[in-house]
């Protein structure tokens, strides 16, 4: 199970993104996504025993958006 706190964090980035993209800064919606997945696997993250699952939330939710957006990986 995910601390409360990861979970918030990611929350919080999908609805910066989602507001950005709604302004029309779909880039920066993107990169806040990236911002905010790199800060949740720095340093202790990496070796705690949810690190494997927190990124792969992180990363589904890069990947609806980049699809939804139509930005990012190519």
Do not use: S
């Amino acid at each position: 199970m995910l601390p409360r706190v990861e979970v918030d964090n990611l929350l919080t980035a999908v609805f910066e993104a989602v507001d950005l993209a709604a302004e029309g800064h779909v880039a920066d919606g993107y990169q806040a996504f990236l911002f905010g997945k790199q800060r949740a696997l720095e340093g202790e993250a990496n070796f705690e025993p949810w690190a494997e699952e927190l990124e792969g939330r992180w990363d589904a939710a890069i990947e609806r958006y980049a699809d939804r957006y139509g930005v990012g990986r190519a």
